[in-house]
Structure formats: structure tokens, C-alpha cells
């Protein structure tokens, strides 16, 4: 078995292919189910951001797995296989158990340090197992991933006053129109972006904000949060008379298609006013003929990187000390992973004395005739698991401790020898 990881990022590919490629959370049961019906792949999780896909598998068969997934995605987003292939990175095991370790610590993100990929994935690792995709070795990946993270935001400050890509967005507001309090600010969505958005519009000065969602109950809510300052609340229907008399409007729904383009601005929009759309959604909420209207501007989450480079410097120093916690963090998946080699003679190992147990009780219990009560047997049966535990706990420590691969190979040939074990295991 190994692990592999194929997938693209806002490193490797534009929007535009990020966009085709995206997978929503509701589609995510299907197409785990999908890729687990390959022949190749064992296990699978699927991690899908605005920044990123990508796809984790364990496969006994790595190179046929990762053509399986390569097969999927160029389904998936209708592209030829040559041309996403330049898109795309793919990582075996150790490479892939550090890309997922950065990547939860957030040393792989657009905005370095950011922490909302923690929480995505930790999601991530709850729709794997939740849809079954992620067993044994996937579940121990994703949890040190998770444990790595949370270890880089305790023991160094990568995430203090980090940006997010919501706060990055509204920083490039702030450059372009430099004084944020005299306009009209409109969100559209009312998720966990739009809540970041709120508030660094507000810190950043903004006065006249508003809410556009499907659900008013939702759009309250994340209104309630900031009492210190007014927001109106207006429903989808709404959208195109708020987007009309708006000077500046961010849209982060989850909308699969474009919700605003070029003709439904041109029905709406006085060719006198200006404005600006802030579209930090994978897939895009707006769509890319609107950069022909003439009055109106589009920035997409590709266009805040310059935002993001100028904190970047002050970080990579912090980026350095969490790399060294990572190196600890995948050194230590590694142990365990070459502690699975050991799990065949261990199992054959405790198969063979508990089968020799249970003969020799039956013998014993045979001897001591009908009128032996049943809770006498329960305590011997108890007494007899418990001197086979006992007498198998220091071997199998001993073994799984084994670091060095022919030290541990050593050990277990000499315990198939000496107990006869067949493990079908072949050692070179």
C-alpha cells in the first residue's frame, strides 16, 4: 500500500480551471463512491477550497491509482487529460504526508499562516469517514495532519493577525478606493466568508453595509454578531436593485454558476456609475464577460496576491520554525507506517497462541466434567486470555518499536521461524 495525493492549487492553476474543477460538498458522497469503485483505489478524501483540489488516495497499485484519479478529474471538469495534466501536481508518500501537513498548518496557502484550511481539513476528514472512503491509513494521515496544524498555531505565531482571503479582499478595496467609509458596500452570501468580510469592512472603516442571502434567517443571524454597527438585510430577489445602486459589492455564495454577468448588469446598471466586484468564490459568482462592461471592475481571489505578498516576508521567518515542527509531526507518521509491516506477524502471532488456548481450555474443561459450573469456566476462561496477553504484550511492543527496517525484519523473521507462523510475507 502507499499514499498519493493528485490535485491543483492557486499555485498550479487560474481560476478558471480551478472553477471546473471544483467539488461541492453535496456531490462529495457520490464521488468518493465513484473513485472507491476503481480497481486501484483503497481509500480516498477529497479536499475542494476556493485555492485547491485535492484528491488523497491509498492504493496497492500506486501508478495504475493515480492514473484512475487523473482519469476522474478530466471527467469531471470536461477538460482533455493533456490538457490538465500541466495543472496538476502529484506527490507520493512522503512528499504527500508533508504537502498535508503544510497545507492544515497553512504554510500552502495564498494567505500564509491563514487558518480556515484547519478547519476545511477537519471537514474533510469527517466526509471521508462519514462517506467511507477514509479507513486506517488515511484516518492516522488526517489526524496527525489536524495535530500538526494545531501545533504550528500554539508553537510559533504564524496566525496572529494572519490575513484571511476575506480580509485580503477587503484590503484590496481599501487600495482602491483608500477611504472605505463614503461608499456603499453590498455582500452577497451569508456563509462564514461573508461573516470575515463584515468584519474587516468594519475595521476597516466601512459604515453603509448590506446583506444579500436566499435566507433571511441566516442573513440575522450574522447581522446579530455585529450590533455595534447597522447592517440591512435583503433577500435574493433583491440582489440586482442592491448590485445597482452599490458602489462596491463582494459576492461569496456557493452558487455553482455565475449569479451577476454582463447582461443582467447591462439591464440594471446606469452607465454614469461606477462599480466594483470583489468575487471570492470557487466557482466564480461573476462571470468573466463582465469585464467588458465599462464601468464596472472584477477582481477574483487571483487578483489578491499582490495583497497577500506584502505580508508575506514578515512571515517566512515563522514559516521556517513550523517546518521544523512538521518534520517532527511527519516523522512520526512514518514510524507508524512502518510499524503496519509488523501487523501480519503480529496477527498471525496472537492467532496461533489464542487457537492453542482455546484447545487446550476445551481439553481441560472436558476433564473436569458436566457438573463444573459455568462461572467456574468464565473465571478460567478469563485467567487463560489473561496469561496470553500478558505473555504477548512485551513481544508486540518490542516489534512495533522497531525503527530501524532491518532490525524489525530480523525480529519477525525469527518469530515466524521459531512459532512456525505462515504470513505469506516475503522479506528481501
Not at 27 to 44: F, K, M, N, R
Not at 395 to 402: F, G, I, K, N, S
Request: charged share 25%; net charge negative; aromatic share 4%.
Amino acid at each position: 500500500m502507499n499514499i498519493a495525493v493528485v490535485g491543483l492549487s492557486h499555485k498550479t492553476a487560474p481560476v478558471e480551471v480551478r472553477e471546473k474543477l471544483s467539488i461541492p460538498e453535496p456531490q462529495t458522497e457520490g464521488v468518493i463512491a465513484h473513485l472507491l469503485s476503481y480497481p486501484h483505489i483503497d481509500e480516498v478524501a477529497i479536499l475542494s477550497t476556493c485555492n485547491r483540489l485535492e484528491i488523497y488516495i491509498v492504493s496497492n497499485q500506486i501508478t495504475q491509482g493515480l492514473q484512475e484519479v487523473t482519469q476522474f478529474l478530466a471527467e469531471h471538469s470536461k477538460l482533455p487529460v493533456i490538457s490538465l495534466r500541466k495543472h496538476l501536481f502529484m506527490l507520493m508518500h512522503t512528499d504527500s504526508v508533508m504537502h498535508i501537513m503544510r497545507v492544515s498548518a497553512g504554510l500552502d496557502s495564498l494567505v500564509l499562516g491563514e487558518g480556515q484550511i484547519l478547519a476545511q481539513v477537519k471537514n474533510t476528514h469527517k466526509l471521508g469517514q462519514q462517506f467511507n472512503g477514509i479507513k486506517t491509513i488515511l484516518n492516522r494521515l488526517f489526524k496527525q495532519a489536524l495535530t500538526s496544524g494545531k501545533r504550528v498555531r500554539t508553537e510559533t505565531s504564524i496566525g496572529t493577525g494572519a490575513v484571511s482571503i476575506s480580509s485580503a479582499a477587503v484590503e484590496l478595496a481599501q487600495i482602491k478606493v483608500e477611504n472605505l467609509a463614503p461608499y456603499r458596500v453590498a455582500i452577497l452570501g451569508a456563509g462564514k466568508m461573508s461573516r470575515l468580510l463584515v468584519q474587516h469592512l468594519i475595521s476597516k472603516g466601512a459604515t453603509q453595509i448590506s446583506i444579500v442571502n436566499r435566507s433571511r434567517e441566516r442573513a440575522e443571524e450574522l447581522a446579530k454578531q455585529f450590533p455595534e454597527q447597522p447592517i440591512q438585510i435583503h433577500l435574493l430577489p433583491e440582489m440586482m436593485s442592491v448590485v445597482a445602486h452599490y458602489d462596491l459589492v463582494f459576492t461569496s455564495t456557493s452558487a455553482t454558476e455565475p449569479i451577476l454577468d454582463r447582461a443582467k448588469l447591462e439591464m440594471i446598471l446606469d452607465p454614469k456609475h461606477s462599480l466594483m466586484l470583489f468575487d471570492i468564490s470557487v466557482p466564480r459568482n461573476v462571470d468573466a464577460d463582465v469585464n467588458d462592461l465599462a464601468n464596472v471592475q472584477v477582481f477574483n481571489v487571483d487578483d489578491l496576491k499582490a495583497v497577500v505578498a506584502q505580508n508575506y516576508e514578515s512571515r517566512r521567518k515563522m514559516a521556517q520554525e513550523a517546518e521544523k515542527i512538521l518534520d517532527e509531526e511527519v516523522e512520526a507518521f512514518d514510524v507508524w507506517w512502518r510499524s503496519l509491516e509488523t501487523v501480519s506477524t503480529i496477527s498471525s502471532l496472537r492467532n496461533k497462541i489464542e487457537s492453542i488456548r482455546e484447545q487446550e481450555l476445551e481439553k481441560a474443561l472436558s476433564r473436569l466434567g458436566s457438573e463444573f459450573g459455568e462461572k467456574h469456566q468464565e473465571v478460567i476462561e478469563a485467567l487463560t486470555r489473561g496469561i496470553v496477553n500478558k505473555i504477548l504484550h512485551d513481544p508486540m511492543v518490542q516489534l512495533r518499536a522497531q525503527q530501524d527496517v532491518e532490525a524489525r525484519r530480523n525480529c519477525m523473521q525469527t518469530l515466524q521461524m521459531l512459532f512456525n507462523l505462515d504470513t505469506g510475507e516475503q522479506f528481501s
